[in-house]
């Protein structure tokens, strides 16, 4: 069974810094093809945050450029965000997810992460 355990939300001032971390079980990391981050905020759609790819790609979404960044241990089968610059406008529940081969497709349970102006 596979299971993404999130973890490192919180409550922070604005323009401090958190780091999330999520860890992948019972999925080979050789088939993993994406892990990243994903988040809703009340009354929105859940959008992408950042992702990274088997290769090593990274995308980020534009209003989270340079102050966001993602990394993956493929080793560890684990993604990482760190967040700086954290304005309020990011404040939402963040997901985890991975994308494996024969599309498979996996979401954790989501953390909460708040930003006090």
């Known amino acids: 069974q596979v299971q993404l355990v999130e973890s490192g939300g919180g409550l922070v001032q604005a323009g401090g810094s958190l780091r999330l971390s999520c860890a992948a079980s019972?999925?080979?990391?050789?088939?993993?093809?994406?892990m990243g981050w994903f988040r809703q905020a009340p009354g929105s759609q859940r959008d992408l945050v950042a992702v990274t790819t088997s290769g090593g790609t990274a995308n980020y979404a534009d209003s989270v450029k340079g102050r966001f960044t993602i990394s993956r241990d493929n080793a560890k089968n684990t993604v990482v965000l760190e967040m700086n610059s954290l304005k309020p406008e990011d404040t939402a529940v963040y997901y985890c997810?991975?994308?494996?081969?024969?599309?498979?497709?996996?979401w954790g349970q989501g953390t909460q992460v708040t930003v006090s102006s």
């Open positions: 019972g999925i080979s990391s050789g088939s993993v093809k994406v």
């Open positions: 997810r991975v994308v494996a081969g024969f599309g498979r497709d996996y």
